[in-house]
């Protein structure tokens, strides 16, 4: 129950389209749910992140849409860049109880954009 | 602004010998403080984590220990290391905010390699 499930493995794009990662969750007890972006020999950074009383968030290029009766969310980068990238993961957050905001997260999603 | 700060960046260390990761935390109090592995470049474990001075969670039964000295200071050890213990380490903040799910801020690890 405390498993986030990502797809895809891995997203392959040309540039200037759309690159859509997917997340889904069974705990309905999350309340924070943040993207992650990370480049090879780094840490993961902090790129994006939704709370379940929206169903949407954006941030230039980058999208959150989420699904609260559906415990699903996504991630949708438009106008994709080679720079973008990356290795992407999805996280959630149960702020409540002893979680002591321990995050769970996606098995990540390496996004390649061809130029 | 916060920052965090993880050293050495690459390590190479023999099987059998001992350990010391360090992180510390720059620009904020009482943060929560955890300490990750990755491995191939995916899917982070949550390893330890620690809301104070001198209290750890270990996640996971391994050959590693966490010790937090002081309060923005989080140590990864072991007394022999194996094989198995390569990978990327990852140190990580959060504000202690348990009402509401807070972002996770990563350090830029230190890559392990066990010979």
């Known amino acids: 129950q405390q498993q986030v499930k990502q797809s895809p493995q891995s997203l392959i794009v040309q540039k200037g389209g759309i690159s859509i990662i997917n997340c889904a969750y069974e705990n309905t007890a999350f309340d924070y749910f943040p993207w992650y972006q990370q480049f090879p020999g780094k840490g993961p950074a902090l790129l994006i992140a939704?709370?379940?009383?929206?169903s949407e968030k954006k941030e230039g290029r980058f999208t959150i849409s989420f699904n609260k009766s559906a415990k699903q969310f996504s991630l949708h980068i438009m106008d994709s860049q080679p720079g973008d990238s990356a290795t992407y993961f999805c996280a959630a957050v149960n702020a409540g109880g002893t979680s002591y905001g321990k995050l769970t997260f996606g098995q990540g999603t390496i996004l390649t954009v061809h130029p | 602004s916060q920052t965090i700060h993880q050293w050495p960046a690459t390590l190479v260390q023999p099987v059998g010998s001992p350990l010391s990761l360090e992180c510390t935390v720059e620009?904020?109090?009482?943060?929560?403080l955890y300490w990750y592995r990755q491995a191939a470049g995916r899917g982070l474990q949550l390893l330890f984590y620690?809301?104070?001075?001198?209290?750890i969670s270990s996640e996971v039964p391994q050959n590693l220990s966490a010790s937090r000295p002081q309060d923005r200071q989080f140590i990864l050890s072991s007394k022999k290391l194996l094989l198995s213990d390569s990978g990327f380490y990852l140190c990580a903040w959060s504000l202690r905010r348990n009402r509401a799910g807070q972002p996770q801020h990563f350090g830029d690890g230190t890559r392990l390699s066990i010979l």
């Open positions: 620690s809301v104070g001075i001198g209290q």
């Open positions: 620009g904020t109090s009482n943060p929560n």
């Open positions: 939704i709370r379940p009383d929206v």
